[in-house]
Every structure is written in structure tokens, then in C-alpha cells.
């Protein structure tokens, strides 16, 4: 069975997809980037996006239920690998160990000519 996730918390799908599913003992939270649910603007610099990435995933895992804690894998879209580093700053500020399980990649375009977007997998057993 799956089950729909949404909260106002968190940008609205910009097309035909979930915030995230809730399938079996996992959630599946969709790619989050960096827009400011409040204004629907999205936020300047790989900083404050990533800042504004994290805070939208929280609040998706928050109405889930859920934390940080409980993901197990991110999957992180950067636009720059030159940003790789203040990315996994900001990033590890918001986990603790044992972190998740993660992979970057480098892209060349993302939706809205943002600089990052993450998705997570989350385990809630």
C-alpha cells in the first residue's frame, strides 16, 4: 500500500509527483531544492539553498513522522563540484552519527536553474 506525504511546510510539487510516498517500511522523499515554501521564491547562493533544502526535507520528515535520523540514503545533485565542500558542511550540520548512506553528483542543469537538489530514502522501522 502506498500513502501520500504532503505538507504546506514544504514546497508544492512544480509537476505530477508526491513530496514523498510512503511505500511498505520506507518513505520515498522527492528531490527537494532550494524555494522558500512561505514566498515561492527560490533563495540565492549554494548556502542558502542548501540551508533551505534541508529545512524543506525536515519538514516533509516532520509530518512523516520521521527525522533526520531515520534516513537512510541522500542523494545529492550539486550544479558545481567547487560547491562540494560548503555543501557537506552544511549538510552534516543538520546529522548525526550514524550518518546515512549518500551519493553526489554533478549535473548539468536542475529544475529552475537551482545549484542543488536532494532526495533521501527513509527507513521507519
Do not use: C, W
Not at 524543506?56 to 558545481?80: M, P, W
Not at 563540484?81 to 558542511?89: I, S, W
Amino acid at each position: 500500500m502506498r500513502k501520500e506525504i504532503h505538507t504546506e511546510k514544504a514546497p508544492a510539487a512544480i509537476g505530477p509527483y508526491s513530496q514523498a510516498i510512503e511505500a511498505g517500511d520506507f518513505i520515498y522523499v522527492s528531490g527537494q531544492i532550494g524555494i522558500n515554501p512561505e514566498t515561492g521564491d527560490v533563495v540565492e547562493g549554494i548556502e542558502e539553498q542548501t540551508k533551505q533544502v534541508m529545512q524543506n526535507l525536515q519538514a516533509i520528515l516532520t509530518e512523516a513522522g520521521r527525522d533526520f535520523s531515520h534516513v537512510v540514503k541522500f542523494t545529492i545533485y550539486i550544479a558545481s563540484m567547487d560547491d562540494f565542500a560548503t555543501v557537506n558542511d552544511i549538510y552534516g550540520s543538520y546529522l548525526s552519527k550514524p550518518y546515512p548512506a549518500r551519493a553526489t553528483v554533478e549535473v548539468s542543469q536542475l529544475p529552475k536553474n537551482v545549484l542543488i537538489e536532494m532526495d533521501a530514502v527513509v527507513y521507519t522501522n
